[in-house]
């Protein structure tokens, strides 16, 4: 589930912060210098942005992918005390919600506190500015004191239960204007449960607005502030603690990339030891692994004992793609980390797109420089370790190092060259090869022509010709400068391989460690090979995976070996190869080609023999789940049955208490007709005495019609109470809200819930004001009974939002009640049986009374019957036809 929430864009992030953020996920030379991110809508400023950096910023095809790519940064937990945002603008983010593997949703701890920029605030003007940056200094303050990987058991409908218990209860308290110094601020908020420190740095920020709005002139101001301040926060923490309780099974996270499931193996360990579950048989092998390394699922699966994976909540987070810079994710150490190959991806991002280092070069000195670089950060993309994370604080070590390296070697006056604009029409191979001329990117790698057709024939596979845009011509340039880092460090190769993506950054290549696991590649540039040609012949190069035609005939047509780079060493080696006797030379080389048919054999029934044992493990794991599920069903169907049970037996409680109601009635008023006949009798014998006014007597006729309506006031109760009107349109309001992305539309959706919730309440009012004014008064007549309002319906534009939005008709509210929004006496439609409250279709299956001509179902007759054998709405006799049938 997303969980950036923006009700209005120009609200989420306030110019200052949106500078920092650009600043953090975009390198500061692609960012105009001339871009002053003023206007006061995101929108805008980034349209802006992208205007002014041309095709500096070709990688993002419109402003929406670059707000994306935005928006996944500001997704990070603890964003805002990591970017050090301006504490005093708000930062509209909600907590974004991880599904584990049994489907429950899960959230981080330290994410909690986003919650706060929900809380409705009552002030206004820099009243409002006060209290919100307060109350943005007790979340970051909460972030910092919970941050790490933890993650807590979150229910979806949080929201409605924020807003529920928020609802007008952060400022009933009575304003207090008695906190005219820190400690009076601090005593008040230590009286709930607040922490000293977090109410002290609370009231520093209020004290700052101080100086412009002198406390003695507002001290009322001041008060009312104090006071929501304090409240909203005292809720707010009773909120947390009522709503999200420790949670009882493990929580660890399950990283996903691709068909990659991996965790964290410190995480796991701490995770489970936590909860006291059994760890002595992998604690060591995990103690003795550096820090953020990762262990596979499978083998998790294989440690840990399956009644401790029952108890283990495995949550997944999915790797996002970093588009320019990595994202990190909270770490067990309480920092933040990275995957390594996004590093490295972030690193190569800044070298060539950023400095445009390979357009720059000058001399083979600068490639030396460059080489010393690499090796002294090949430490930190260590390809022995698996898929594995760095710290923050060793990537910024990384690119710290870049920079001095840049700084004193590399940078120079060479104006580099952007990318041209790509046409409408798209691009052609041959506009490629000029703009990678035009960059001078053919100096330093000859071979980039070969690899750029590779890389435009493996895009045309996704896509056709005219399409090609100005992201696609970015992308192929980007590609061909990492083959050119393939080639020339192996390690690099080897890295990418170890992280399970050697094909996903250049897929037009193979990866030869895939194919034989030992496999090095060479540094192909002309420095390293005049300084190394002993180990030439004994590397290779990368090679495509489908050669194109226009390759296969070149390769028909050359006379020598395809491989110029060696083909010295071949030629010389063929010379000595020619000197041997044939026979000998033909059953060696048919002995050599037998034994690495064999060795391959080996290996590949050594992977088989894995793969097979890998399989019956997680077959194993996956019986073990269905078992689970199958018992957690039938356990939920044996629970839903004895409700259902318990439901029935409550509504023949409620038929027999009407009933009895009934009856109770039918006495008294024949009791008042009797006290009505002995005032009548007593007057006529009173000659003497004056007249007395009677009160006014109700006829048989009137009375059978009050009943109806009274039933009828029933059925529609009954109606209110099970539909539930009023949460039924919250919800599709709720829902409506936050798929919308026009603003105009949410707005008119508080509008329509807000006033059908409003005359639901009105509906129910009067239906329960009708029931008693019939029950408080036995002689009311039909015509005193007032009319019911019409039932709310909900308006066609609320309707057809939420169609356009879900692709289906809104769930219908009540649908009975509209078919009658009156209910006047005489005028009630025989459509309902009373004893189920069910409608009726047709009469066919139904049983009629022939006192009051209402029909029942036959069942729910016969289940009538079994207790009396009068008619529920007139008391008369009535019998079952099929037990009685008419005499012939």
Not at 188 to 193: E, I, L, R, S, V
Not at 697 to 721: N, S
Not at 777 to 794: A, C, G, T, Y
Request: glycine share 4%.
């Amino acid at each position: 589930m997303s969980s950036i929430s923006v009700v209005d864009m120009d609200l989420v992030l306030s110019s200052v912060n949106l500078r920092k953020l650009v600043s953090r996920c975009i390198p500061k030379e692609l960012i105009p210098t001339n871009w002053k991110c003023k206007k006061g809508y995101i929108y805008w400023d980034l349209k802006d942005l992208l205007k002014l950096a041309e095709t500096q910023l070709g990688m993002f095809e419109s402003d929406q992918a670059l707000l994306e790519a935005l928006l996944n940064f500001l997704r990070v937990p603890g964003c805002p005390n990591l970017l050090q945002f301006n504490i005093d603008d708000s930062l509209m983010a909600l907590p974004e919600y991880h599904m584990s593997l049994k489907g429950s949703a899960f959230i981080y701890k330290s994410d909690i506190y986003a919650l706060t920029s929900a809380i409705p605030c009552p002030f206004i003007d820099w009243r409002r500015v006060v209290v919100q940056s307060a109350l943005n200094k007790f979340r970051r303050n909460m972030e910092i004191v919970t941050f790490g990987c933890e993650m807590v058991d979150s229910s979806n409908d949080i929201l409605e239960k924020l807003a529920e218990q928020f609802d007008g209860n952060c400022w009933d308290a009575s304003p207090c204007s008695d906190y005219d110094t820190k400690t009076d601020f601090k005593h008040a908020a230590a009286g709930f449960n607040i922490a000293a420190q977090t109410a002290e740095d609370m009231y520093e920020v209020v004290e700052r607005y101080m100086e412009t709005f002198p406390l003695e002139e507002n001290k009322a101001d001041y008060g009312h502030m104090f006071t929501w301040i304090i409240s909203a926060v005292r809720f707010f923490l009773n909120f947390v603690e009522k709503n999200f309780p420790v949670t009882e099974k493990a929580t660890v996270r399950l990283f996903v990339t691709g068909k990659e499931n991996y965790v964290m193996a410190h995480e796991l360990l701490q995770s489970l030891k936590n909860k006291n579950l059994d760890v002595s048989g992998f604690e060591e092998e995990i103690q003795r692994m550096p820090a953020l390394s990762t262990l596979e699922f499978r083998d998790v699966a294989r440690k840990v004992k399956i009644q401790d994976m029952k108890n283990t909540e495995f949550i997944r987070i999915q790797s996002s793609t970093p588009s320019l810079t990595a994202i990190p994710i909270p770490s067990p150490d309480g920092g933040y980390c990275v995957r390594a190959s996004d590093a490295l991806h972030e690193l190569l991002v800044d070298m060539l797109l950023a400095k445009k280092v390979l357009q720059t070069v000058e001399s083979e000195a600068q490639l030396e420089h460059l080489e010393k670089y690499f090796v002294s950060v090949q430490n930190y993309f260590d390809s022995d370790r698996g898929v594995f994370f760095i710290s923050l604080n060793e990537l910024n070590v990384i690119k710290s190092k870049w920079e001095e390296c840049y700084e004193a070697n590399l940078k120079n006056s060479k104006q580099a060259e952007s990318v041209r604009a790509v046409g409408n029409e798209g691009f052609s191979l041959e506009d490629l090869e000029k703009e990678l001329k035009y960059l001078d990117l053919d100096k330093v790698f000859p071979d980039i022509y070969t690899v750029a057709e590779w890389s435009y024939e493996s895009v045309l596979d996704v896509k056709p010709k005219e399409s090609l845009n100005q992201t696609d011509m970015t992308y192929m340039i980007y590609q061909c400068q990492v083959a050119f880092f393939l080639y020339g460090f192996p390690f690099l190769y080897r890295f990418l391989h170890s992280q399970k993506i050697c094909t996903k950054w250049v897929s037009f290549l193979d990866c030869l460690f895939c194919k034989n696991g030992h496999a090095e590649l060479p540094k192909s540039s002309k420095r390293v090979r005049e300084e190394n040609p002993s180990e030439e012949a004994e590397s290779e190069v990368p090679r495509k995976k489908k050669r194109s035609k226009k390759a296969k005939k070149a390769k028909e047509t050359e006379s020598s070996d395809p491989e110029p780079t060696s083909s010295h060493k071949l030629g010389s080696l063929e010379a000595k190869e020619s000197q041997a006797c044939p026979k000998c030379f033909r059953a060696s080389h048919f002995a050599d080609v037998a034994n690495e048919k064999l060795r391959l054999s080996k290996v590949e029934c050594k992977h088989l023999k894995k793969d097979l044992a890998n399989a019956e493990l997680e077959v194993e794991v996956l019986k073990q789940k269905v078992a689970d599920k199958d018992e957690r069903i039938r356990m939920l169907e044996e629970l839903l049955k004895s409700k259902d049970d318990i439901i029935e037996k409550q509504n023949m409680d409620l038929l027999k208490n009407q009933d009895t109601i009934m009856n109770l009635e039918m006495e008294v008023d024949s009791k008042d007709n009797i006290i009505e006949d002995l005032k009548i009798s007593l007057a006529e014998k009173d000659q003497s005495s004056e007249v007395t006014t009677l009160e006014p007597t109700r006829g048989d006729e009137e009375t059978e019609k009050v009943r109806d309506v009274l039933f009828k006031l029933l059925e529609i109760q009954a109606t209110l109470q099970s539909g539930n009107p009023i949460g039924k349109c919250r919800e599709l309001a709720h829902r409506i809200y936050t798929k919308a992305q026009n603003k105009e539309i949410k707005d008119a959706t508080v509008v329509e819930a807000a006033r059908f919730c409003k005359a639901a309440k009105i509906y129910s009012l009067a239906v329960n004001t009708q029931l008693e004014m019939i029950r408080g008064s036995q002689l009311v007549k039909p015509d005193e009974i007032p009319d019911l309002p019409n039932f709310p319906v909900l308006s066609q534009g609320f309707l057809k939002a939420y169609e356009d939005i879900y692709k289906s008709e809104a769930p219908k509210i009540c649908h009975s009640l509209l078919k009658t929004p009156e209910v006047r006496p005489g005028e009630l439609a025989d459509t309902d049986c009373l004893i189920c409250i069910e409608e009726m279709d047709s009469e066919e299956g139904t049983i009629k009374c022939e006192c009051c001509k209402r029909r029942y179902h036959v069942e729910c007759a016969k289940e009538w019957f079994k207790m009396k054998r009068t008619c529920p709405a007139c008391s008369s006799v009535l019998l079952d036809g099929s037990e009685f049938p008419p005499l012939g």
